[in-house]
């Protein structure tokens, strides 16, 4: 089974706090992404990555940054958290192969983060 | 502007009943369409998808119809659960998908 895991599943930072949350998945997935859930706004990608040291923004990258230095690692950075992104994050994996088959994305558990 | 649209926010259903979720989208380029259904407090799990060149996908209960000239996505359960109470997302797109905001299913034992 993919197993797709997120470092923290709940976690509370103040308002200017670096935040860090962290995902590994075990499957050798080429394509990594970062999405924000919140109510009324279903889910939003913030970021992506296809390859290792590759990344493209999503449709709210403002406020984030990323990183991918190996396969199966993806990091999300809040450089400097702010109320507004107080959310339940959550990263997904896919390979290639699975999007020619079915188009899969395969999702962690999420991290609510509440920022204070 | 919003371009996958779940205009239901909620929906109950009697159980044993039939269970149809509705998505609508604007870009008619996208490859795959897909159905997550989501507990509170867990990530989305995968449960149905449908490739473009098709019309229809099923699954056991599940049955994902899309109508591509009206740029419309449906998901049927049936028989619809009380454990099919979840949220339900639909998401379009090629390697990277838009997801819509949801619909909360609430099955009625």
């Known amino acids: 089974d993919v197993k797709v895991t997120q470092s923290s599943r709940y976690l509370v930072k103040r308002t200017g706090e670096k935040v860090f949350l962290e995902c590994v998945q075990d499957m050798d997935h080429e394509n990594m992404f970062w999405y924000r859930q919140d109510p009324g706004l279903g889910l939003r990608l913030i970021y992506f990555s296809y390859d290792v040291k590759m990344k493209e923004k999503g449709d709210i990258p403002e406020g984030y940054s990323v990183s991918r230095e190996k396969k199966e690692r993806f990091s999300l950075i809040l450089e400097s958290a702010s109320t507004n992104q107080t959310s339940m994050y959550l990263c997904?994996?896919?390979?290639?192969?699975?999007?020619?088959?079915?188009?899969?994305?395969?999702f962690g558990e999420g991290s609510r983060l509440t920022v204070l | 502007d919003q371009q996958v649209k779940q205009n239901s926010p909620s929906l109950s259903v009697q159980e044993g009943r039939i269970s149809i979720l509705n998505c609508d989208y604007t870009?008619?380029?996208?490859?795959?369409f897909l159905w997550y259904k989501k507990y509170p407090a867990e990530g989305p799990t995968f449960l149905i998808s449908?490739?473009?060149?098709?019309d229809k996908n099923e699954d056991g209960r599940f049955t994902v119809f899309l109508n591509k000239s009206a740029k419309h996505l449906s998901l049927h359960i049936v028989p619809s659960q009380p454990g099919d109470s979840a949220v339900y997302f639909c998401a379009a797109g090629t390697y990277k998908y838009i997801f819509g905001t949801g619909t909360r299913l609430k099955v009625l034992a």
């Open positions: 870009n008619s380029m996208f490859d795959y």
């Open positions: 997904a994996s896919s390979s290639e192969l699975d999007f020619a088959n079915t188009g899969e994305l395969f």
């Open positions: 449908i490739s473009s060149i098709k």
